[in-house]
């Protein structure tokens, strides 16, 4: 339980991380980013395995970027699902998804020493 509670609060970390990084990817304060990383994943757990068994041809034949594209399409289902978390375009959701999961390891790298 703690487990999952470290997760949640280090994913709403990453998020603010990333919003202050990424121009046009926008979240108004860490409640918002709290609210926000339980919305990402609920719809990782929900719709990113139907979105990447869709995708695994050109998953395959791009040798695993285009899940970047499939991980900005969440993040922009999100944004358009709450009020206080805005990404300006697709663009902008690409780079911010990008820069999520290179924040993401970094924060775990650190997190597990």
């Given at each position: 339980?703690?487990?999952?509670?470290?997760?949640?609060?280090?994913?709403?970390?990453?998020?603010?991380?990333?919003?202050?990084?990424?121009?046009?990817?926008?979240?108004?304060?860490?409640?918002?980013?709290?609210?926000?990383?339980?919305?990402?994943?609920?719809?990782?757990?929900?719709?990113?395995?139907?979105?990447?068994?869709?995708?695994?041809?050109?998953?395959?034949?791009?040798?695993?970027?285009?899940?970047?594209?499939?991980?900005?399409?969440?993040?922009?289902?999100?944004?358009?699902?709450?009020?206080?978390?805005?990404?300006?375009?697709?663009?902008?959701?690409?780079?911010?998804?990008f820069v999520l999961v290179i924040v993401q390891i970094l924060m775990n790298i650190f997190v597990t020493f």
């Amino acid at each position: 339980m703690l487990y999952i509670l470290l997760v949640w609060i280090l994913s709403a970390l990453a998020l603010l991380i990333t919003s202050k990084l990424v121009k046009g990817f926008e979240i108004k304060d860490f409640k918002a980013a709290l609210i926000a990383s339980l919305v990402i994943g609920l719809l990782n757990a929900v719709l990113r395995p139907i979105l990447l068994f869709l995708t695994l041809p050109i998953n395959i034949l791009t040798l695993g970027l285009f899940t970047f594209v499939v991980n900005a399409i969440v993040l922009r289902l999100a944004a358009g699902m709450m009020s206080s978390f805005k990404i300006a375009d697709w663009m902008t959701a690409i780079i911010g998804a990008f820069v999520l999961v290179i924040v993401q390891i970094l924060m775990n790298i650190f997190v597990t020493f």
